[in-house]
């Protein structure tokens, strides 16, 4: 018999080590129905009849109403409803014609955003081409000289600089002496003008 206490008392530290909180509970199952549990059961059920008699007195139409549920549902329903569903769905989808696309594109919920990213996308273009023209004329204008004499022809040059010295070759003869005078009279070195060009 000390043994059994012994065991009882080892496996109640054990209980007490790994649940603590269980240990604490009383061992009373919650299950258990009262003593006047039955006998107060017949006396609720007679005044529940009693009122419901009472009611019948009070209320012939509502106590003449059928009893039945209106929730009841076909035989088989559950078997046949995912072959109903997938009938459905194919017929939705290939029922689809020209009428209803143009009722969705006329429809403000889809029109107005489409309508609004095209415009967008129309101006955003037609700004980017302005802008790029308005750099184009603004390059050409900062080419240097020897870049735009790059551009043109050479034949055009050539005959360019071949007329214009035969008709005003006095003229560029008198400029030259023109700066050379000015050279000598500023005593300007050669080497300095030469580094400065």
């Known amino acids: 018999m000390n043994a059994k206490n012994n065991i009882s008392n080892s496996e109640d530290d054990d209980l007490n080590e790994?649940?603590?909180?269980?240990?604490?509970?009383?061992?009373?199952?919650?299950?258990?129905a009262d003593n006047d549990y039955f006998d107060s059961f017949i006396l609720k059920l007679e005044d529940h009849i009693a009122d419901l008699e009472e009611i019948k007195t009070e209320a012939p139409?509502?106590?003449n109403i059928?009893?039945?549920?209106?929730?009841?549902?076909?035989?088989?329903?559950?078997?046949?409803?995912?072959?109903k569903i997938q009938d459905v769905v194919n017929n939705k989808t290939s029922k689809t014609n020209i009428f209803e696309w143009i009722?969705?594109?006329?429809?403000?919920?889809?029109a107005i955003p489409v309508l609004t990213t095209f415009l967008i996308a129309f101006a955003g273009i037609n700004y980017i081409e302005k802008q790029s023209k308005v750099t184009d004329?603004?390059?050409?204008y900062q080419l240097s000289e020897e870049e735009q004499l790059y551009l043109i022809d050479e034949s055009i040059i050539?005959?360019?600089?071949?007329?214009?010295?035969?008709?005003?070759?006095e003229k560029t003869i008198e400029q030259n002496t023109n700066i050379e005078n000015y050279l000598i009279e500023n005593n300007i070195d050669e080497r300095i003008l030469n580094y400065e060009l």
């Open 66 to 83: 059928p009893k039945y549920s209106p929730f009841e549902l076909p035989t088989n329903y559950f078997d046949e409803f995912p072959t």
């Open 18 to 32: 790994k649940a603590p909180h269980l240990s604490k509970l009383s061992g009373k199952s919650p299950f258990k």
């Open 103 to 110: 009722t969705l594109l006329i429809k403000p919920n889809f």
């Open 137 to 140: 004329t603004k390059m050409e």
């Open 158 to 169: 050539i005959d360019a600089i071949v007329s214009g010295t035969s008709s005003g070759n």
């Open 61 to 63: 139409v509502l106590s």
